[in-house]
């Protein structure tokens, strides 16, 4: 959730620190701050509350600089966003730490700590890491060897980057749980969290397994694994662009990413598909052979991943005919699923680094699933790289706290899956060729979609002023009301909740008045008619609606019911996709209305790493 930057030169550290943090604000974050080894091989400290902004405006006002140095941005976990409880944590002696994660067992350790007389400035499980760093040290004049010993009684999920006054010259980095790569430069190296935080400054990198430390120096970098022996890992280039986290044009990260969607999914599909056939190699070498034994599908993600995974259970079971279930990974974890013979587990992230949707995969590899497949926008990330099969979304860095190319490309990506597994069970070349044309038109009907902007701008002041709303869909739909409900809560701060249209009359319906918009999706399907019955029942309690119809459905607007008529006929594969864009637009112009943080929402985090 947190940012970590590091950085072991001969410049001055500091501009590229600061860099580092602006590229990895769309985390998430209440707080943020820097310490750097001066000239003197002193350790200068500076924190604020609030944004990088604020830290880039206190050094401007008491400049400071150094070759080497940490950074960090901080989602309150352990402790209220106050200046003391930001990072970086130092001990005594000059040792200062940055963590993202959390220490499971940080009071036993700091009652531990008290007797031995350390005194704590904050509130945070970080600050007892930086204080049995210092103890370690006591014993020896080895920084790397203090870190190893402290990891070693650590419970819980971390990724540290560690300097000292004692030695100067290096940052100290050790991994479990959270992700944190070196970058490789000429005579100088650096440390992060996010690859995006350094591709101003080097584009080869370096990704720490799990249970790693490692010393990075200016001309050196020394690793040792879990087991304490000494390993190499491999360079790799990144193929991110410099400019992968600019803006642009547009106003917020997140309108851009909305416009961005059709080139996403494009480039998703692209190499993938080829003379009407889906390339199942495209999973993977192993994938034809596991997908040939597949009798159920499993699939475990959290939030705007976990709707995408609701809408691929639909298509799973009604072009598949394949039982599928959809877990909740922070739930899943702690279940004792029962996994019937040759079930396929899928998981969906966009980062590859969500910590229940991690340990919900580490649980399958241990449960006796068939195989396991992960859905992914990160290359280098921890799900990917532990999983059997990988598809690759290809959304490119989402910035936006709200998740929008990263969910369509996820359901562009089902939807390969869909095709690939019905292959060997029900599917003739024609039909097969038939959905893999509705993929592929996916591109252009999001962006005769993306025309409603103006429409949907003009129509969102029916909701700025509102405290809740309700969204409605069936079948597959149901899910992206969902969607829709979640991106109205996450950027305008309105409460929104999703229904199943019929269930309406099993509760919601008591909510329903002038005051509570409901919107509803409606595709023309076999389920529309049974949707218009349940929409007359919310204009009979006076409620307001706005639906989004297919333009064939006939729908009318009047007194109390507006309808906005897509620009596109579509499929069933095709529909979830394509009535997701909508519901991103009115979200982001409700909370440009409204004032609020677009990007960066209040209390939200990016990426979860931590449970």
Request: with cysteine; glycine share 8%.
């Amino acid at each position: 959730m947190c940012g970590i930057v590091g950085v072991v030169a001969e410049r001055n550290a500091v501009p590229i620190l600061m860099e580092g943090l602006r590229r990895l604000e769309y985390r998430g974050y209440d707080s943020a701050g820097l310490a750097v080894m001066t000239g003197g091989h002193e350790l200068a400290r500076l924190r604020t509350v609030g944004k990088v902004a604020v830290l880039q405006a206190a050094l401007d006002a008491a400049p400071i600089d150094g070759h080497v140095g940490i950074a960090h941005t901080r989602w309150a976990t352990h402790g209220v966003p106050t200046t003391r409880n930001a990072h970086p944590h130092i001990s005594r002696d000059g040792i200062a730490i940055v963590h993202n994660g959390i220490i499971e067992n940080h009071e036993a350790l700091r009652a531990g700590l008290i007797d031995l007389g350390y005194s704590f400035d904050s509130e945070t499980d970080t600050e007892v890491i930086a204080h049995r760093i210092h103890h370690h040290l006591a014993g020896s004049a080895d920084l790397f060897d203090a870190v190893r010993r402290t990891v070693a009684e650590l419970q819980g999920a971390y990724a540290l980057a560690v300097i000292s006054q004692g030695d100067p010259e290096c940052v100290v980095l050790a991994r479990e749980g959270c992700p944190v790569v070196i970058g490789l430069g000429i005579d100088e190296n650096f440390v992060a969290s996010d690859v995006a935080a350094l591709l101003p400054v080097t584009r080869r990198f370096m990704f720490l397994d799990e249970g790693d430390v490692a010393e990075v120096r200016r001309k050196s970098i020394k690793i040792v694994d879990a087991a304490g022996e000494p390993v190499v890992r491999p360079a790799r280039e990144s193929e991110l662009p410099a400019d992968a986290v600019e803006r642009g044009q547009y106003r917020h990260f997140m309108l851009k990413e909305i416009h961005e969607q059709p080139r996403a999914i494009a480039e998703t599909l692209e190499d993938r598909v080829a003379g009407g056939q889906l390339l199942e190699a495209a999973f993977g070498p192993l994938a034809q052979q596991v997908f040939k034994r597949v009798k159920a599908v499993h699939i475990a993600a959290c939030g705007t991943s976990y709707h995408a995974g609701l809408v691929a259970s639909y298509f799973l079971e009604q072009i598949c005919r394949l039982p599928a279930r959809v877990e909740i990974a922070s739930e899943y974890r702690y279940r004792d699923p029962v996994v019937t013979p040759d079930t396929l587990f899928v998981t969906l992230s966009q980062s590859g680094e969500t910590a229940d949707t991690l340990a919900a995969l580490r649980n399958a590899k241990q449960a006796g699933y068939l195989s396991t497949l992960t859905i992914c926008n990160v290359a280098e990330s921890s799900m990917v790289r532990e999983s059997d099969l990988v598809l690759l979304t290809r959304a490119g860095p989402e910035i936006g706290v709200a998740s929008t190319k990263a969910f369509t490309t996820q359901l562009t990506a089902l939807g390969m899956l869909v095709v690939a597994l019905a292959r060997h069970l029900v599917l003739d070349a024609a039909f097969e060729r038939e959905l893999v044309v509705q993929l592929l038109q996916l591109p252009g009907l999001i962006e005769k979609t993306l025309k409603l902007d103006d429409t949907i701008r003009l129509l969102a002041e029916n909701f700025a002023d509102k405290r809740h709303a309700l969204f409605l869909g069936r079948g597959p739909l149901h899910a992206i009301a969902m969607e829709g409900a979640l991106k109205l809560k996450e950027i305008s701060y309105i409460h929104a909740e999703a229904y199943a249209a019929a269930e309406l009359k099993h509760g919601p319906l008591a909510l329903v008045d002038e005051d509570m918009p409901v919107v509803a999706v409606a595709p023309n399907n076999a389920l529309l008619e049974k949707l218009k019955s349940n929409l007359q029942e919310v204009r009979a309690r006076g409620g307001k609606l706005f639906v989004f119809a297919d333009p064939d459905t006939g729908l009318e607007s009047g007194d109390g019911v507006t309808v906005i008529r897509m620009p596109v006929k579509v499929s069933a594969l095709q529909a979830p996709t394509v009535f997701a864009i909508p519901m991103q637009l009115l979200a982001y112009h409700v909370a440009v209305l409204k004032g609020t943080d677009v990007d960066q929402p209040r209390n939200l985090a990016k990426s979860l790493t931590v449970e």
